[in-house]
């Protein structure tokens, strides 16, 4: 057998060859390059919003420590700022406070002294004031971390916690007035701040009148068919205005001295109707009593305390001009020994209601004089014979005036930019403050 022989081929890649396979790979790489700088400007934009929220998580906590009043200080550059690390603030930092149109959507810096939030007192102090909007914007510029820069407004707003009290609007948190009970104990001290069940009980009986009504218009119905007569028309002759002014509301306030001389304090709110008439029920039935009295128990937080001195119970007047209709009512105890002496503060907080506020209050107890009655409005009992002097106090300890305690905080965090338009927002973070 002949063996063949292997011709070696030793030329190289034709010119030709040489560019399809260049062509071949610009084809195969350009997509891993897209991919990979579309990873690389992803990845980017993703830590610069993380940094922000960090730098956003660590404002919101240092406002929430030190409140709208040390803020507002620091962001007009009075006092030293402590809001967020230092770190982050470079010689390009600028702070101060901004003005918002609400129809250009436009910020801008406030130059009037006089518009600020903090005013310069006489003696040459500095003090946060409110503005009759309850809103307030601060601008920190030029924060920088990791290479980055940003432009941060925080914005408070007490606009959602502030009621119209003097037309008979709302009352909402920050038109309470609030006693100054930095020198009370909290282990001697109770606080009684009854949730509302106002409109509730009012839905009920309300609800009751109208299924009262429709049981009575279906009998009527039927006696009409029965006697081949035209079906009455269904009305009712109530409104829910009506309902409402029926009902009496009683805060039922109980110490209860127990066996090992603990104090138990409880709240209850009583809501009961008049049902003259029998709108809600045929006067007489069985079940009358039970329909028109509907308890909440524990409508402030029950609590036992080894040593009772203060209750401070926080009252806002029912929506009725008739003071009878909303009574206090004390039981502490039905005799001397089983009675606890006390302090009782009855602080009235819509104290700017279109009507005038006065307290009924029940305490006829044989254990009455035990306590010892504070209150900043009229005290009268459920019958309407004024509390003397003798026998209440028309103070309560020194009490803080009605304000902004509350707010709703907003942390923009933007891109920096000239002439700081505030456009490009990375992340916003919200959050609600308590003085």
Known sequence: MKKGSIKNNNDGFTLIETIISMLILAIIVTPLLRTFVVSAVTNNKTK???????????????????????????LNEINTFRLIDSSYITDDTQMYELSYNNLTNMYKRIENQNLLSVAKGSDGTYSFKTNTDRQYYYAINNVKKDNRTFDIIAKF???????????????????????????????????????????????????????????????????????????????????????????????????????????????????????????????????????????????ATEKTYDALENVYLFFNQYNTTDYKKDIIRVNNGTSINSSVAANLFIAVQDSNYVTPVNIALDVSQACANKLNIFSNKQVLNSTGRVYTGSEYNDSLYTRSDATDRLYDVTIYVYESEANNRYVKLYTSMTSSIGE
């Open 157 to 299: 707003d007490a606009t959602e916690y502030t009621g119209n009290t003097e037309s008979g609007g709302d009352v909402k948190q920050n038109n309470y007035n609030m006693p100054e009970l930095s020198e009370l104990n909290s282990a001697t001290t109770a606080i009684l701040t009854p949730a509302s069940y106002d409109e509730r009980a009012s839905d009920y009986y309300y609800e009751l009148y109208k299924n009262y009504e429709f049981d009575k218009w279906v009998k009527a119905c039927e006696i009409a068919a029965a006697a081949n007569t035209p079906a009455p028309e269904y009305v009712l002759s109530k409104t829910e205005d009506d309902i409402k002014n029926r009902i009496s509301r009683t805060h039922d306030v109980i110490l209860t001295k127990e066996a090992d001389n603990r104090v138990k304090v409880t709240c209850n709110i009583v809501y009961t109707f008049d049902n003259t008439g029998g709108i809600i029920c045929a006067v007489g039935d069985a079940n009358e009593s039970t329909l028109t009295v509907r308890e909440y128990k524990n409508a």
């Open 48 to 74: 610069t919003k993380q940094i922000a929220g960090e730098i956003a998580t660590t404002l919101m906590e240092g406002i929430k420590a030190y409140g709208i009043e040390e803020t507002a200080l620091e």
